[in-house]
């Protein structure tokens, strides 16, 4: 069975403090995409892991991803308030044909 | 602007009637796609088109129907609403895909909140 998920779903952190959140999924993957939703709005595109060991990262947010252990990380680094939103991960299962995105995780960044 | 439009941005329906959500596109993008988001279950994959032409059936397609007669729009329709069609719905599109999935991020519309009752 194909299955993404994430953890923790929600997750409040005070401004300042450093946190990941993560996403496992079940088989094969070499591709995953990140999204961010803010509240009452669509999804915004914000990173594209494409291999093993992939990372990118933008303003306080990186994303890795590592093929073997089937997980992806969202490291979150002295947050701010800003970052306060939904955050998706889909994976796409080559091999299934099929691309499954997880439940999502809301957080929250308290002054 | 470029991007996505859906219409209508809110609705609520009556159990049993017709319902068609637009969507349309100016980036003339092959593939689109109709997402449903429930609380706790992330998004799920309706229905799908490559291109003009052509759909395909998602993760949940039971109850909703879709048409691709040209590049720019993609509606949905709920031919006989039910309470568990309560959602919000996002149409998306992907600048390339690689069979049905896309290859490249998806550009998502603001979303139709559905309530049926």
């Known amino acids: 069975e194909l299955k993404v998920e994430q953890n923790p779903l929600f997750l409040s952190m005070q401004e300042g403090k450093n946190y990941t959140i993560y996403c496992n999924y079940s088989?094969?993957?070499?591709?995953l995409y990140w999204y961010r939703q803010d509240p009452g709005k669509s999804l915004e595109s914000l990173f594209v892991?494409?291999?093993?060991?992939a990372v990118k990262q933008e303003g306080r947010l990186m994303a890795s991803l590592d093929t073997k252990a089937r997980l992806s990380t969202l490291h979150i680094t002295a947050a701010v308030h800003d970052l306060s939103a939904t955050y998706f991960c889909a994976v796409i299962f080559y091999n299934n044909n099929d691309m499954r995105f997880g439940a999502g995780t809301r957080l929250t960044v308290k002054p | 602007i470029a991007g996505i439009t859906q219409a209508p941005t809110s609705q609520i329906l009556a159990a049993g009637r017709r319902m068609t959500l637009r969507c349309t596109q100016d980036m003339r993008h092959n593939a689109m796609y109709w997402y449903r988001q429930d609380l706790g279950l992330g998004l799920r994959l309706i229905h799908y088109s490559n291109t003009a032409g052509t759909t395909g059936k998602g993760e949940v397609p039971d109850g909703y129907s879709v048409s691709r007669a040209n590049t720019d729009d993609f509606p949905l329709t709920l031919a006989s609403a039910v309470p568990s069609q309560t959602s919000v719905y996002f149409c998306?599109?992907?600048?390339?895909?690689?069979?049905?999935?896309?290859?490249?991020?998806?550009?998502f519309g603001n979303g139709t909140r559905l309530t049926v009752t």
């Open positions: 998306a599109s992907s600048e390339r895909a690689d069979g049905w999935f896309p290859n490249s991020p998806l550009h």
């Open positions: 088989t094969t993957s070499d591709r």
């Open positions: 892991l494409l291999s093993n060991g």
